[in-house]
């Protein structure tokens, strides 16, 4: 009786209890393709170390003259005096001998210790130059070779305090206020058909490619100016990488995606972001352009500056002409498109980097190329994702108007 109430107890049909689940081994073997994979990494650098030393002993001595290459960074004017600064780009250490201007020896203060790569060093001239007249400055190393830099237009260089001031109102007269008064339209928007505010859209993905072509030449050009001491265009790419990464990761912690498409105000940001971080290259080029003299600061140019970012305001309220957006979010949009300029114009006046100002406009340029990938699916209006043919004319009319407006810019 006592098995037969054990059988009861158990239950005749119940399965029996589950085996004990097989040991996964001590914990220390857990981590061991993580210590695998750490003793790879450490015997590819070993390997790669030891080939360097190796290869560096193997190779020969390299024969001629050393090469010496030396740019002009800066140039400052003041009377009596002309002051460079020098970087050099060459692979060899070079020392500043003598300096002539129009073929007038002077005296130098500076360059006679060796500059070694990449490094810079401040040469003082003493020469009593005249405004307006061209200049050809010959830098003689000790080894022989003449380095020469030109001076167009000999034009004294603003101090830096005195002109703060200045490049701060350029800089809300080309930025902020075109950039408002372009997003003044956004009743009239409000009030156009929906196929008028896709063909708008279009037009803003054209101004938005030209602005980003514009500011890639732009950096190129300037980046040119350093000798590639660092990279030159290989800054704009950098530049342009990091931005267009980065706002690629802000869009997906915020959940913008094919599947889910940015709302109206989360889309006039994006491109407010893009115009500002190119805004901000335009004004560090006014300002370093002012700061060496090369700018002729006039009402044509404040008005060829403000047409040419006036379509800006216009791109930014675009995407909401179907929602409707607080007067904050506006302010804060435009501050986002248009003040940017201001630091810009300020940085660029006190502060003279070609490295600098590249990789800057560099990150405008990724930054509005992210835009454009973000405003395109809006643009596609035909079934199978293709473009109609109004959203290609406005996206050539963009690309038209931008070319036309830029003609205005005198700078």
């Known amino acids: 009786m006592a098995a037969d109430a054990e059988l009861s107890t158990r239950g005749i049909g119940s399965s029996p209890e589950p085996a004990p689940a097989p040991s996964s081994g001590p914990p220390e073997t857990a981590g061991r393709p993580v210590l695998r994979l750490w003793a790879a990494i450490a015997a590819t650098a070993t390997a790669i170390a030891a080939l360097v030393l190796v290869g560096l002993q193997a190779l020969p ?8 290459v030396l740019v002009v960074e800066r140039t400052d004017l003041s009377i009596g ?4 600064t020098v970087r050099n780009v060459g692979p060899d250490p070079v020392q500043v001998a003598q300096v002539a201007v129009n073929d007038s020896f002077v005296d130098v203060v500076g360059g006679s210790q060796e500059i070694n790569r990449l490094e810079t060093s401040r040469l003082v001239l003493r020469y009593p130059w005249q405004e307006g007249q061209p200049y050809t400055i010959a830098l003689l190393t000790s080894t022989g070779v003449v380095i020469e830099h030109v001076i167009p237009a000999a034009v004294a260089t603003p101090s830096p305090g005195g002109i703060l001031g200045s490049m701060a109102l350029l800089g ?15 009743p009239l928007l409000r009030r156009a058909r929906p196929g008028t505010v896709g063909v708008l859209l279009a037009v803003t993905v054209g101004l938005l490619g030209f602005l980003a072509l514009d500011g890639a030449l732009d950096a190129v050009e300037i980046g040119a100016l350093s000798g590639g001491a660092f990279g030159g265009p290989v800054l704009v790419v950098l530049g342009a990488t990091l931005a267009f990464l980065a706002l690629t990761a802000v869009d997906a912690l ?8 940015a709302s109206g105000l989360r889309l006039a940001t994006l491109v407010a972001v893009g115009i500002g971080l190119h805004n901000f290259g335009e004004g560090l080029a006014i300002g370093t352009a002012y700061a060496v003299g090369e700018l002729a600061l006039g009402a044509a140019l404040v008005i060829g500056f403000a047409l040419h970012n006036l379509t800006e305001g216009v791109a930014v309220v675009t995407p909401l002409a179907t929602q409707r957006a607080r007067l904050l979010d506006l302010a804060g949009l ?9 630091p810009g114009a300020v940085l660029g006046a006190s502060v003279t980097n070609p490295e600098l100002s590249t990789l800057l406009l560099g990150l405008g340029v990724g930054a509005i190329v992210r835009v454009v990938v973000v405003l395109v ?7 199978g994702g293709t473009v109609s043919p109004s959203a290609l ?5 963009g690309v038209l108007l931008m070319y036309a407006t830029g003609l205005l810019v005198t700078a």
């Open 254 to 261: 915020v959940g913008t995606g094919p599947d889910r498409p």
């Open 334 to 342: 435009a501050l986002i498109a248009g003040a940017p300029a201001i």
């Open 81 to 84: 005096r002309i002051e460079l």
């Open 393 to 397: 004319a406005g996206i050539a009319g």
């Open 172 to 186: 809300l007269f080309v930025g902020v206020v075109p950039v408002v008064v372009g997003m003044l339209v956004l």
């Open 377 to 383: 699916p809006a643009v596609r209006t035909r079934p």
């Open 61 to 68: 001595e390299r024969t001629g003259p050393p090469i010496e």
